[in-house]
Every structure is written in C-alpha cells, then in structure tokens.
C-alpha cells in the first residue's frame, strides 16, 4: 500500500510518496538510536544485520531505482505503549523531510511491560537527501 503525506505541505514543501515496510521486516532490536538511509538493498540489510546480530533478516523488495530506504528507531523502551508514527514525508528544496513522533503510553494506558524497541523502515519515492525531524527529541 503507497502512503501520501499531504499534512502540513505548506510554504514550498510538496509531499513525497513511502510505504511503510516496518511490517514486513518483522520484530527487530535496535539498542539504541538508528537513522539511516539506504540506496540498496545491500546497504539496507548491513544496516539490519549491524543493529540485529544472529537474527534471521527478511528484507522486502524495494525498487532502488526510483525509492530509497529509511530507517529511525528509538532504542530501547519499557514497555509495549511505544510506538513510531509518520507524521508527513516532504520535499522542501533539495531534501526530504521526514517527521515522526513517538507515542508514549500515559499512566492509565494499558500496556505490558518489557523490553520494546520501536523503530520505522519508510520505502521513500525519492532519492533526495534525506532529514529527520522528531518534535519533542533532541
């Protein structure tokens, strides 16, 4: 399914086309903070294999000729409340904006505790520099 950010596309920025393939690469453990884009598929599962040492990893088909790969995780978190959202994916100038949140669980929300580690893998329709931007993250 091919996502399109439209959300917040004002003052010169046009939305880009991903999809995301967090889904289809299945549970990762990245241990700490991890953002990385990927012009192939070789570079995708070094970034993957790094980060994941002894698991078993399955990477989806990307067409590396019109799409590059994007990778943000958090590290570790206490408990399964966490999680990565897209907020929007924009070209402004010669970039592409990438804007992410992270939901944190508030004290009455049900969740389990253990070990989670919330991360996005973004198939980008672009091959343009690439910037994080994650309100609230220093």
């Known amino acids: 399914m091919l996502l399109l950010a439209l959300a917040g596309c004002g ?3 046009r939305p880009v086309g991903y ?3 967090t889904p289809k690469v299945g549970a990762l453990e990245f ?3 991890t953002v990385d884009v990927s ?5 995708l599962l070094g970034v993957l294999e790094r980060n994941n040492p002894g698991r078993k990893i399955s990477v989806p ?3 590396y000729t019109r799409q590059e790969t994007f990778i943000v995780a958090a590290g570790p978190r206490s408990s399964t409340g ?3 959202r897209v907020l929007r994916v924009e070209q402004k100038g ?3 904006v990438v804007t992410v949140h992270e939901h944190t669980p508030s004290l009455g929300e049900p969740v389990q505790p253990g070990v989670t580690y919330p991360f996005l893998l973004l198939a980008l329709d672009s091959e343009k520099p690439v910037h994080l931007k ?3 993250r220093p």
């Open 94 to 96: 010669g970039n592409v």
């Open 61 to 63: 088909p990307v067409d």
């Open 82 to 84: 966490y999680a990565l």
């Open 19 to 21: 999809e995301n393939l």
């Open 39 to 43: 012009h192939s598929r070789g570079e």
């Open 11 to 13: 003052g010169g920025a």
């Open 31 to 33: 241990t700490h903070l």
């Open 134 to 136: 994650w309100p609230g």
